[in-house]
């Protein structure tokens, strides 16, 4: 399989997700509702059930710790750069960071690991890192913007987990893995084929907001700077980190390829359900992934 063919898919149902909202097949809240059906329902089947059939142990720390510095890197600059580069809300700059950092480790990554990688070993620890650090600490930042008063309430961030199903999905699932728990047959076929609508319905629901999402609201100049953040500065500093970690040659690569992955579309998944940055998520998603596939090859033709 070559890379192109693992981008195909994403963008022939990002297409049609734009073309059944453009010719009135979904309805005007389309995107809203499918959206919230993938944050509330099958994303959280799908995290549960990889994180559960994840093992915990084995874990390559210096690869690891090298591509979290980049993410930390360009997530920290991008969510900072929001601010001072473009005057954006608080409750936005979170996703702003996200767009710039969050790799799609999910449906496009395992692909590219296979066919750069070999395996999907290392992706499998990126992973857990964006599912159990990244996306909560996103998630709190949101969480707490949401409040109108903008105020840090110690009950509510406690009680996030139980109030947010992407962050109890993965606890479970990590709970599950470190125990060896194993679900009933008929519940875990039931989260199978939840799962499974997770990736095409985001997607979708990524075209139809294109659609209604103006586009005024997303500057060519953030999106500028995102794409270069997340397809230029995220896997220069990945190498650069592997380099100073005294990486092998395949470490090496596996940190790079990965950090190079566009943006994922849990990104605009987490903007529509809290209302805050949506044009900016959606656009970054697409124009990462059209163009990440020029970065990821010459990452696999200098280090592969």
Known sequence: MSLVSA??????LTALGYAAC????LGEAAAS??????????????LFLALSRMPLSGIAGRPLLAFGVSTAAVVGFGWVGASCLFGRRPGERPIWGMAAGYVNSANLGIPIATQVLGNVSFLAEVVLLQVLVVAPVVLVALDRHSDPAGRIR?????????????????????????TGLRLPSTVGASLTLLSGAAVPAALVALGASMHRTAPSRAEPGELAVITALKLVAQPVIAYAAG????????QLLAV??????????NTFIFSQEYGVGEAVANRAVVVTTTLS????????????
Do not use: E, K, Y
């Open 7 to 12: 981008f195909v898919p994403i963008w022939i």
């Open 22 to 25: 453009r010719w009135g097949l």
């Open 33 to 46: 509702v499918l959206g919230r059906f993938v944050f509330h329902l099958a994303m959280p089947a799908a």
């Open 154 to 178: 110690v009950g509510r961030i406690a009680s996030l987990p139980v109030r947010n199903p992407v962050i109890l999905a993965s606890l479970l699932g990590v709970a599950c893995s470190a």
């Open 243 to 250: 380099l100073a970690l005294h990486l092998s040659a395949p």
């Open 256 to 265: 790079v390829v990965c950090a190079g992955l566009p943006t994922a579309q």
């Open 293 to 304: 596939l020029a970065t990821l090859a010459a990452a696999a033709a200098l280090l592969g």
